[in-house]
């Protein structure tokens, strides 16, 4: 059975860089045939897929984080990570790692919440 | 961007009722559309892949029909444990893109 859980600091401070670690087990994140994503969710509102990577490291990012955002991997540690600089409170969010096979999410982190405050 | 347009963004119904929640593409997406179940405080759940196909594991009460732009996922007789957000999601293009969200209630 596929794991993920998402790592990182609960509270980031206005302008500082977001680094979030996601550790995949009971699978190898150098599986072909998988991408590997994170997922954003706003207190109280709808989902927003920031990007994903691939274990070829082949990245996609979504064109309105696209300056601030990066997705790597690390196969050693069975590991991928998303870095987000600049950040504000229009950040603060649920962030969510998520595997996905074909074209559909099918396995999720729990999930982490991450508030930008001074 | 594919806009998705998912209606009611809320609802209410009685144990053993019929749900049906809709959602709407802003353009053909075919059967590239993907369903998921949010319980409160959870990750999503994926439901329903390609538009119909139950992913394993799932009740079968809960399916999933459509193509093109419009897209239906429906709970067949609506159980306690179906409390939740439903969300549709399209795989035909990226930006990879969800619905806003429907709420299901029980009465």
């Known amino acids: 059975q596929v794991q993920l859980q998402e790592s990182g600091p609960g509270l980031v401070k206005p302008s500082q860089t977001l680094s979030l670690t996601c550790t995949v087990s009971?699978?190898?994140?150098?599986?072909?045939?998988?991408?590997w994503s994170w997922v954003r969710q706003h207190p109280g509102k709808g989902l927003e897929w920031i990007g994903y990577?691939?274990?070829?490291?082949?990245?996609y990012y979504i064109p309105s984080l696209k300056n601030r955002v990066t997705i790597s991997v690390d196969t050693s540690k069975n590991q991928f990570s998303l870095k987000l600089s600049s950040m504000t409170a229009a950040d603060t969010a649920v962030y969510f790692c998520?595997?996905?096979?074909?074209?559909?999410?099918?396995?999720w982190g729990q999930g982490i919440l991450v508030t930008v405050s001074s | 961007d594919i806009q998705m347009t998912q209606s009611p963004s809320s609802l209410s119904a009685s144990v053993g009722d019929r749900v049906t929640v809709t959602c709407r593409a802003s353009?053909?997406?075919?059967?590239?559309l993907n369903w998921y179940q949010q319980k409160p405080g959870k990750a999503p759940k994926l439901l329903i892949y390609?538009?119909?196909s139950l992913q394993s594991g799932v009740p079968s009460r809960f399916s999933g029909s459509g193509s093109g732009t419009d897209f239906t996922l429906s709970i067949s007789s609506l159980q306690p444990e179906d409390l939740a957000t439903y969300f549709c999601?399209?795989?035909?293009?990226?930006?990879?893109?969800f619905g806003g969200g429907t709420k299901v209630q029980i009465k």
């Open positions: 990577i691939y274990n070829t490291g082949s990245t």
């Open positions: 009971g699978g190898s994140i150098s599986s072909g045939g998988y991408s």
């Open positions: 998520a595997r996905v096979y074909v074209d559909y999410f099918d396995y």
């Open positions: 999601q399209q795989s035909y293009s990226t930006p990879l893109t």
């Open positions: 353009q053909s997406i075919s059967s590239y």
């Open positions: 390609s538009a119909s």
